[in-house]
């Protein structure tokens, strides 16, 4: 099984500031990964799939890198919206595994 | 509009059994791979199995192998999961998933599945 680490656990920061959320791969995953975010009471939202690219009506600035095993998730200048739990996801071998979360909030 | 309306959650005695249901609509339900994904209250994200459109393609996490199966009716746009022996560690919230090429592009609400005497 693959595991995916992320870091930090929390991030906080202010409306305005970088975003950079990591995520490793315990084995090399090409670009098979995505990113979700999720809001309290609510199902995931996909903002990210094969690594860097934007789903449909995700805002530019969030965006995504890395190949391999090693993957960033940036957010340029941080909303109000912005703040939730962000996951990354890897589909590159069975089973499906996620990541533990990284919790964005409000510095 | 693409939507996903799970239903058939509950409280449930550990041994027990469920079937989750997942009504698509706004799309070719029978084009799309689709996944159950649950999350246990205040945890992270666990994904628990896949079906493809044709249901020639099935997988399970190993904690539900043997013991949940995933099923579809593409004349009736609508996506299962039967779920035995339940125990307390099933406890979570269920989202069916629409998979769209490298990820899951649309969730329902999910539906909360409670197991406890």
């Known amino acids: 099984e693959i595991v995916l680490t992320q870091s930090p656990a929390t991030l906080s920061l202010s409306p305005g500031e970088r975003a950079t959320l990591s995520c490793r791969a315990s084995q090399s995953i090409s670009s098979y990964l995505a990113w979700y975010q999720q809001k309290p009471g609510q199902a995931p939202r996909l903002l990210i799939y094969?690594?860097?690219n934007r789903a449909t009506g995700i805002p530019a600035r969030f965006s995504g890198s890395g190949s391999g095993t090693d993957f960033t998730l940036t957010i340029s200048s941080l909303e109000p919206e912005d703040f939730a739990v962000y996951y990354c996801q890897q589909r590159s071998n069975w089973p499906l595994t996620f990541g533990q979360g990284t919790r964005l909030e409000i510095k | 509009e693409v939507q996903l309306v799970e239903s058939g959650g509950g409280l449930v005695q550990p041994g027990g059994s469920l079937r989750l249901s997942c009504a698509a609509s706004g799309f070719t339900f029978s084009s799309y791979s689709m996944n159950w994904v649950r999350q246990a209250p205040g945890r992270g994200l666990e994904w628990v199995s896949y079906?493809?459109?044709?249901?020639?393609?099935?997988h399970y996490a190993d904690s539900v192998k043997g013991r949940f199966t995933i099923s579809r009716d593409n004349a009736k746009n609508s996506l299962y999961l039967q779920m035995n022996s339940l125990r307390d560690e099933d406890t979570a919230v269920y989202y069916c998933a629409r998979r769209t090429g490298g990820a899951d592009d649309y969730w329902g609400q999910g539906t909360l599945v409670t197991v406890s005497s």
């Open positions: 094969d690594a860097s």
């Open positions: 079906i493809n459109s044709l249901s020639s393609n099935i």
